[in-house]
């Protein structure tokens, strides 16, 4: 316990360095259908302000199953819902293929035996300003 406490007032000036960035829209993706017992991968690309060559951070998008209301979120990361669909995220490295002033992540949503029908709403936090925040997938 005593080193956790130690680690807090640094966990809270990382926070006060960070900026979030999220897009205008309610979501990014809506609606978007996932066939049944597969994988769709869908990928967040955030770019800075110029003001770092490698930016950053995490990704913390809301990601729902039919719905878009709390009972439909899926909020554990691999936890599996009632339908057995469920999510993963990782960062991708910065690389020459995506770009100075970039940080890509990559999320994977597996649907269950009846299917998906996801909704993104896409937010980071990251050591610097954005300019855009782009999903493909």
């Known amino acids: 316990m005593t080193e956790l406490k130690s680690r807090q007032p640094t966990g809270s000036a990382l926070v006060k360095r960070s ?8 979501f990014d ?11 769709q991968f869908f990928y967040i690309t955030f770019t800075g302000d110029g003001t770092q060559a490698e930016p950053y951070g995490i990704q913390y998008s809301q990601i729902y199953n039919n719905g878009t ?3 439909h979120r899926l909020s554990d990361y691999q936890q599996y819902d009632s339908t ?17 002033n970039k940080m890509t992540w990559t999320v994977g949503i597996g649907a269950g035996p009846s299917g998906a029908s996801v909704y ?12 855009s925040l782009a999903l493909t997938y």
Request: with cysteine.
């Open 19 to 26: 900026y979030i960035s999220q897009t205008a829209n309610s």
């Open 29 to 39: 993706l809506s609606a978007y259908s996932i066939p049944a017992n597969t994988t």
């Open 69 to 71: 209301d709390s009972a």
């Open 84 to 100: 057995d669909t469920f999510y993963f995220s990782q960062a991708v490295r910065p690389s020459p293929f995506i770009g100075p």
């Open 120 to 131: 993104i709403k896409m937010r980071v936090m990251v050591s610097c300003k954005g300019s």
